[in-house]
């Protein structure tokens, strides 16, 4: 078995851990980042991608934000659509001029896996038989298989990116973990549509036949969702179904909502999910694997970051100053903007969407709800400053 050694190994090649490995380089700090997928896989799976303020900042200032600059769509506000009236929620305005990326996943997948291979830093992908060992250690050990030969690395910190179904939260012992979720009565049907986007932001709709949303990736290709029973069968849906329904939900007098190819379906479940502590011994979870989001407020691959900045800094804390202070924390202080984002999350799923036998109260609930956010500069605030991004800790 080939035996390697260094800092900190990382778990998943995902946003989290790609974007841990470029900030712990820039500080000095050694690291090795395994995938259990391809790097073909993980540059082409197309995910959503509404980057926050900070978000986007962090990358400009780290140096993997020039084609996002580039190639990007920054937004400085949204619709709410209802009632069939549509209402703006200005961001610049409410919060001082900051703004949102709409910027795939992928994409940003792309400059970090560029980043990394550029800077000669260590990055398997395709590893198998991933397991974790020695967590309450000083020395724990990631052992693997990659291309066909048996390895480990002995490190000083693991880096649990590697996702909701990964290896690395099963890891910790049972009962060290305290486990909230909510898993909600519907689910997102998703298109990729190969048509000019029909607005210039992204809208959200919330209309008595349930929610949608139009979102787009580039100047030529949609985004566009529509709540539906999670049960739901995609063979069951048309393009022309599609688009009608999404017609019907959109509907505002004078306005149009473009058709063209549907090049991708999916159906997406609605959940929230928070692991509690997101340490045990020198094991860190960050992002899915330790929480998970409804996709309404755009929080996923913003909060991975999040928590990626604050496990960044308390490992710079620690090998620059040998002060573990910040690693002691750094559960507390992750889970402390994790529940604002999920309450956020959970905020707008309630707002926007239809629930399963809601009554006519329940619908004029969600219409004065929503009045009052588009009405109230308080309401209007309070929305922006949490979809741009509240500040870093």
Known sequence: MAKLRT?????????AGLTL?????????????????????IEERVRAGVLEQGVVDLYNETGVGARMMREGLLHHG????????????????????????VYAQHEVIKDLVKARLDSGQPLLFEVENTAVRDIDGKRPRISFRHQGAEQEIECDFVAGADGFHGICRPAFPEGALAVFERNYPF?????LARVAPSTDELIYSYHERGFALH????????????QVPPSEDLDDWSADRIWNEL??????????????????????????????????GNLFL??????????????????????????????????????????????????????????????????????????PFGHRMHLAELDYVTSSRAGSTALAENYVGLPWE
């Open 78 to 101: 949204i619709e709410l659509r209802f009632d069939r009236k549509g209402r703006r929620i200005d961001f610049a305005d409410l919060t001082g001029g900051r703004g949102i990326m």
């Open 187 to 191: 689910a997102w049907l998703g298109i």
């Open 7 to 15: 800092q900190v190994g990382i778990v998943g090649a995902g946003p």
């Open 215 to 226: 979102s787009m990736r580039t100047p030529e290709i949609s985004r566009l969702y529509l």
């Open 286 to 359: 960050l992002g899915d694997a330790a929480h998970i989001v409804p996709p309404t407020g755009a929080k996923g691959l913003n909060l991975a970051v999040a928590d990626v900045r604050v496990f960044a800094r308390a490992l710079e804390a620690f090998y620059g100053k040998n002060d573990a202070d910040k690693l002691a924390r750094y559960s507390d202080t992750a889970l402390r903007r994790i529940w604002k984002a999920e309450r956020f999350s959970w905020w707008m799923t309630q707002m926007l969407h239809r629930f399963e036998g809601e009554d």
């Open 21 to 41: 490995a470029h900030l712990l380089r820039l500080m000095g700090i050694e690291s090795i980042v395994i995938e259990n997928r391809s790097r073909a896989y």
């Open 247 to 280: 017609k019907l939900r959109f509907e505002l007098e004078g306005w149009t909502l473009k058709d063209g190819p549907i090049i991708q379906k999916d159906l997406t479940r609605m959940r929230s999910f928070v692991a509690e502590p997101m340490r045990r």
